[in-house]
T-cell receptor
Framework: DSGVTQTPKHLITATGQRVTLRCSPR?????VYWYQQSLDQGLQFLIQ???????AKGNILERFSAQQFPDLHSELNLSSLELGDSALYFC?????????????FGEGSWLTVV | DQQVKQNSPSLSVQEGRISILNCDYT??????FLWYKKYPAEGPTFLIS?????DKNEDGRFTVFLNKSAKHLSLHIVPSQPGDSAVYFC???????????FGSGTRLQVQP
């Protein structure tokens, strides 16, 4: 158990719909990251938040957005869903310090778009 | 443009033998290198890491080697065990950034 909690674990929705994935980071971790893993690709970095503010952006589509709340939990919003958005979405968290670059992952949220 | 490549999608080894997983990168600004292991339906789990100022880091059966001149990273598992069967991702961190960039993964199968 990494200490990172993601909900829901599985989600099936139709094209054009909008979903929200939720993440609770490890206790004490200020940084939250979102990654996407598609069937034919490795882990793709989407976005990072640190203490409520966007810190870094990766390959995140404009249809996707994220935020981190004052209690440090984060949500990833996926809208106008397409079949190709079906993937496993991971949340991860880490401490922010000059040492220790380990990022801890949740178990992921399986999204199936039909 | 892939900055991190794992050119072998799969690898099969016999139990007790050495497993060698490889990773190549292109950016000399990467300062930290990690290996993650992933079982089906689970999140990636941190395995071992190495800073760019080192060329080797060992933790039990796992050793990571870094060849900066060749921009090459490898993970050695010896002896390999059936429980090591998983997908292994190499990940890199760029100086000044926290987010990791992952390779596409190598599926390791350790045969009993």
């Amino acid at each position: 158990d990494s200490g990172v909690t993601q909900t829901p674990k599985h989600l099936i929705t139709a094209t054009g719909q909008r979903v929200t994935l939720r993440c609770s980071p490890r206790s004490g971790d200020l940084s939250v990251y979102w990654y996407q893993q598609s069937l034919d690709q490795g882990l793709q970095f989407l976005i990072q938040y640190y203490n409520g503010e966007e810190r870094a952006k990766g390959n995140i589509l404009e249809r996707f957005s994220a935020q981190q709340f004052p209690d440090l939990h984060s949500e990833l919003n996926l809208s106008s869903l397409e079949l190709g958005d079906s993937a496993l979405y991971f949340c991860a968290s880490s401490v922010e310090s000059n040492t220790g670059n380990t990022i801890y992952f949740g178990e992921g949220s399986w999204l199936t778009v039909v | 443009d892939q900055q991190v490549k794992q050119n072998s999608p799969s690898l099969s080894v016999q139990e007790g033998r050495i497993s060698i997983l490889n990773c190549d990168y292109t950016n000399s600004m990467f300062d930290y290198f990690l290996w993650y292991k992933k079982y089906p339906a689970e999140g990636p789990t941190f395995l071992i890491s190495i800073s760019s100022i080192k060329d080797k880091n060992e933790d039990g059966r796992f050793t990571v080697f870094l060849n900066k001149s060749a921009k090459h990273l490898s993970l050695h598992i010896v002896p390999s065990q059936p429980g090591d069967s998983a997908v292994y991702f190499c990940a890199v961190k760029e100086t000044g950034r926290r987010a990791l960039t992952f390779g596409s993964g190598t599926r390791l199968q350790v045969q009993p």
